[in-house]
């Protein structure tokens, strides 16, 4: 079984430039998560969509972050302009199950260094 | 806001020596799950605990859901070199939003 697949690995920009991220869950799994993880931290919820719908998006900063999930398979995650503050690995997850309940399986993981 | 914490921050342990680490939630959970993330990778899901006082094992790794459903904690007895790495705790609450993981514990081992 394919795990969670993202895109791409790493990325450098500067700040007030833009970046965006690619994500394809495990197939059939209706939830999705992208979590921020600053090193040494703990994964920090950004937005979770349950099929193409937010369920919940309280911690996206809106004025910067935005993410889609068309169709209810791929999401991406978009930054515009970024912050030096963004700098973070970028990892999405999917599960099976509803909001909430059941394993999450991550992905690699998108590093964003803003310089 | 639901608020995860997890003590200790860092634990430094010998090969063969037992390693706890503990989750603390400020609000009732519904759930928890354990994952562990290795240098470099990506957090994998270990475990998930639903009921108050579950306890659970996985070979060397004792896993334990408080009776009032606000903490947990991770045992392993005889550590190896093999778990090295960060263990988070992710807690959800009784409402089914918010899946909130706490700062982590990263263990090393001294082989």
């Known amino acids: 079984e394919a795990g969670v697949a993202q895109s791409p690995r790493y990325k450098i920009i500067e700040k007030r430039q833009s970046v965006a991220f690619w994500c394809n869950p495990i197939s059939g799994h209706a939830t999705l998560y992208w979590y921020q993880q600053i090193l040494g931290q703990g994964p920090k919820l950004l937005i979770q969509f349950q099929n193409n719908g937010v369920v919940d998006d309280s911690q996206l900063p809106k004025d910067r972050f935005s993410a889609e999930r068309l169709k209810g398979v791929d999401s991406t995650l978009k930054i515009q302009p970024a912050k030096l503050e963004d700098s973070a690995v970028y990892l999405c997850?999917?599960?099976?199950?509803?909001?909430?309940?059941?394993?999450?399986?991550f992905g690699e993981g998108s590093r964003l260094t803003v310089l | 806001g639901q608020q995860v914490m997890q003590i200790p921050q860092y634990q430094h342990v010998q090969e063969g020596e037992d390693f706890t680490t503990y989750c603390n939630s400020s609000?009732?959970?519904?759930?928890i799950q354990w994952y562990k993330q290795r240098p470099g990778g990506h957090p994998v899901f270990l475990i998930q605990l639903v009921k108050s006082g579950e306890v659970k094992k996985q070979k060397r790794l004792t896993f334990q859901f408080g009776e009032a459903k606000k903490n947990s904690s991770l045992h392993i007895t005889a550590t190896q070199t093999t778990d090295v790495g960060t263990y988070f705790c992710a807690g959800g609450d009784n409402y089914g939003q918010n899946f909130v993981f706490g700062p982590g514990t990263r263990l090393s081992v001294l082989p």
């Open positions: 997850a999917s599960s099976l199950e509803q909001v909430n309940t059941g394993e999450l399986f």
């Open positions: 609000t009732t959970l519904s759930n």
